[in-house]
């Protein structure tokens, strides 16, 4: 699954005086990793909600391995999230659980039976081992994105979906971010990343870079 996104002629309207994606044609293959870049409301988001079928095309189609995400059913559709891991702009963590609750609700959710070994092991990979009990809302903005990137991570997805990860952090901690998305990549991970920090791209010389303005692609290399 997921060895190919397709993007072909792609808009999507919100309202008659917002056209947020204009004649959209790209794809992604697997094991790439591409930067989206470009301003605030460029279209970047959408792309990224269009990819796990958040939203639909007013015209053109997306495509993940050939399978039109428009003609799909729910479980198809429903069978393809979970091979993707997200990283939302707002995190969406559940901020009045402990850490170890964050990251063992997704596999909860799938009916995992080694919680405790996956959720302590990966504590271990972001170096929040120390934090394990500790309520979301205590934690440091770059010990969230931290959270939110493992979290998006424990069900080992084949593509990471992340919007705008590097807002409000301090380089430090946008360095560790990056450094962890590039290692999975290395290892086959497919990585769609959003951002308006440029100076990340240099961090990862092999990368794809998809340039939008005003819900259009005005450079690709």
Do not use: C
Not at 85 to 97: A, E, K, N, P, Y
Not at 142 to 169: C, H, K, T, W, Y
Not at 181 to 208: D, Q
């Amino acid at each position: 699954m997921a060895d190919k996104i397709e993007f072909e002629n792609v808009s999507v309207r919100f309202n008659t005086r917002w056209l947020a994606l204009d004649n959209v044609s790209f794809s992604i293959k697997k094991g790439d990793f591409v930067f989206l870049v470009g301003p605030t409301g460029a279209g970047k988001t959408t792309v990224l909600r269009l990819i796990y079928g958040d939203i639909l095309p007013d015209q053109g189609e997306v495509r993940i391995d050939g399978h039109p995400l428009s003609k799909i059913s729910k479980r198809k559709l429903l069978e393809i999230r979970t091979k993707m891991g997200i990283v939302f702009q707002d995190l969406m963590l559940l901020d009045d659980r402990s850490v170890f609750e964050n990251l063992a609700f997704p596999l909860r959710l799938r009916g995992d039976e080694d919680i405790m070994r996956k959720v302590v092991s990966t504590l271990k990979d972001i170096n929040l081992t120390h934090k394990s009990n500790d309520i979301v809302s205590s934690l440091s903005r770059g010990e969230q994105q931290r959270l939110a990137l493992a979290r998006a991570m424990i069900n080992e997805p084949e593509v990471l979906l992340a919007d705008e990860p590097f807002s409000n952090l301090h380089k430090s901690d946008i360095d560790w971010l990056i450094d962890k998305m590039n290692k999975y990549n290395e290892l086959g991970l497919t990585v769609v990343l959003s951002t308006h920090n440029f100076e990340v791209i240099t961090r990862v010389p092999k990368a794809r870079v998809l340039k939008i303005e005003e819900g259009r692609i005005i450079l690709e290399h």
